[in-house]
């Protein structure tokens, strides 16, 4: 299929960029993409980046050259000629990004001139990923086990395979438009409608129908290799829930807990062979199905690419896995990679070691969605449903795992522990066997009622052994219940990742009385560095996070240091343009000198490279901990969220310096259909006002007017704070317009900060650095460079015709809504696609 072809010395790399996010995609490609920008540079190589997320920062890096495009194959040619372009290095953006360059290839023309050199993975290996039918046909050859399987072309073919597999059978797209979601089908009557559902998120429109293997243990391993086939293991991870439950809503835990370290070695071996079957040159995560009972390995999923465990591994382990991967890419062997100083020489050939366990927790939107009336599917299968997930870090599965909790599900509703006193027991019974979104709670109240460990192993096929923690759990919040006030049942309750707000509601006291006790009994949390030789090696590290032992590794940063708290695990709507604009505050602040310590729990936030900040806190966002880690580092400000009411307000209540970020939950409501609503927006650097551009916004789109505006209409504007604002009026109008009369400013209008989803739009169409001005002027160092160009916007607008458009995400599939679901708050991201001027 491909012509084999005489490759040039590599000068200039494109790197394509993983697209709006979605379930699944929550921008970790955009992350890592942007991490590893500067050290290609440093090793000589010139980088171009192509993508269409607005709330991308690697389009926005010095270290290369954006294109904010839509991804397509016209695009990535057009870019490709534009640049010079020697090679493309595709699997930093995901499965779209290979797909995507796997269309190019295959519509390549002699008269498009030499075909680029594929980083990572050679054409015919990329094909094979992309078809995953001929891998698995490969993979069955080196005699590795795969559930049985087929691919299907019509619904007659299905029909005729199902007389040959019996129930449950899973069925997936082949080569699917999007993201890939598995199916599983328990019912014969569910049968035709799934598979029609799925041949038409295919590109080819077949479907893949295999046999479904629920019930078994789902294991994650994430390995390296280099072009002369050496290989490492970056770390590995299994799923409390069993295969039925997609990953990504199961709690998660690294290291494997229940499996044997002969099993984990086989595992190990098979994800080496695959690499190498491959051609690898990167990162390779394969998922496992383990048969405890027969001891039988499956291979059920390899993704050649960099996903969310590749981002989580990372984080977890402390190893650099984006910054080898990279240059593995581009022909370095493991020995000769090339690491900050941060790291010890000897890093990139060295396996990981976790001296710490991690639990990952799901996070879910259901509770968001029914407050606005809309009605969700909660029960958890095959199919994504999370939004977000969120990281607790400890020395035991019991710490980690109340940690993730309150990282994951602080202001949730069903977690709360009325609610679930309130479960029937039928209702109880009922979710055990159907799973909801707070199923670890679910499971603790099961112990507290008095089932046992084996009856709960056999209704949900979770590990014996997480039963066994969670009644540790239960014997330990017991024992600290009956003892109100004791140092020692604190200290035991401290040690076991339980808050002091939880302890409060315990003892029937507050916040403070827990905080006091603590102090005056020296019971104080030590930080413990993240470094993947765990100790062996000195290493300069700045992720830490807390429990209480007897030392203490991180040291304050400085005097004038800030402290930032990061987005959490929530994704949702404007989740990933929060990480945006804590990531540019972040990278602002680093620029001007100052000392920055970011605290978050998402390893899929781009607030988490290492290069952003001086220090990283991996802890939950709650009062107390936050409290802990500025009693540790007294900084000199912190900045909050704006949707974080509590959290400002009890900082405030104990004297910190708070600096509050411009946020709400969401994005507003946007207009109705028969509306539109227009917006004025505007930058206050504290003393002026500068107008810069109107915007049209329709339900799923928003779009630039060319239009002068006078600056004495802001004038009776009440404005508090520097930062970026917008004016806000709306009209009964269905169609677009160039130019729109301005309202009356008093009575048809309404004001709120920019939301972080239009600062990010608006920095790259105006070509602005928006969001850097704003952190610029919140210290007071905008200079007159920065007024001057904030001038020329209003008299001399010059944008690109690009819209912000809703994604096209598929919540029927995801969460079975009652009725339509309004995008402008609930979307899973957004992309850009240009317009044509139009009016009427």
Known sequence: MYKKIVEKPIENILFIGGGETDFGLQGESDAAIYQVLPILNSLGYTTSVIDDNPYSLAIESPATTGFLRPLTVENVK???????????LPTFGGTRALRLWDQVLAEWRPENGPVPTSLGLKPSQLHQVNDGRLLFDRIIDAGLNVTASAVVKNQEEASELLREMELPLVVRAHQPIQTTTRQIIDRLDDFDQVVSQVMGQSLTHEVSIAKAINGLKEISVLVLRDRDGNCLKVGSSEDMDPIGIHSADSLSVAPVLTVSDQVLQQMRAQSFLIANLLGLQGVLHVQFAFNEKTGDIYVIKVSPYLDQLTNRMAVMTGYPVMLVAAQLAVGKLLTEVVLPNAFHAKTAIMEPVMDHIVVKLPVFSFGDMEATGTQVSRQLNSVQKSVGSALGFGRTFVEAMEKAIRSAHFNNRSFAPKYMADVSDDELIQQLIHPQDNRVLLLIEALRRGYEVDELAELTNIDEF???????LLAIELSVDQQPGDAEALKMAKKSGLSDGLLARFWRTDFQSIRQLARANDIIPTYKALEPSAGEFPEHARQFFATFEEENESNPVCDRSVVIIGPGAFRMGDGASAGYMTSVTLSELHRLKYKTIIMNNNAADPTLLPHLSDKQYLEPLETSDVMSVIDRENPHAVLVPGNRKKLIAALEDLGQNVIVFPKEKHHPAGPEFSQSEFVLNLFYDGKDKFPL????????????????????????????????????????INQWVSQVD?????????????????????????????????????????????????????????????????????????????????TTRFEMGARIAPYADEEG
């Open 742 to 822: 301005l309202p009356n400013l008093s009575i048809d209008t309404w004001l709120r900060p920019m939301p972080y989803g239009h600062i990010a739009y608006l920095t790259k169409v105006l070509k602005m650095p928006l969001g850097r001005m704003v952190v610029r002027a919140w210290i007071g160092q905008l200079n007159a460079a920065d007024r001057q160009l904030l001038a020329e916007v209003n008299t001399n607008p010059n944008f690109e015709r690009l819209a912000l458009m809703a994604s096209a995400t598929d919540y029927a599939l995801h969460w079975k809504p009652d009725h339509w679901v309004d």
């Open 693 to 732: 551009i109107i915007f049209q916004h329709q339900p799923g789109q928003i779009r630039l007017l060319d239009q002068e505006i006078n600056p004495n209409f802001l004038a009776g504007l009440d404005l508090q704070s520097p930062g970026l604002y917008q004016v806000i009026w709306r009209v009964d």
């Open 78 to 88: 057009a870019v490709l000629a534009e640049q010079n372009i020697d090679a493309v």
């Open 466 to 472: 997480y039963f066994y923690q969670l009644k540790r």
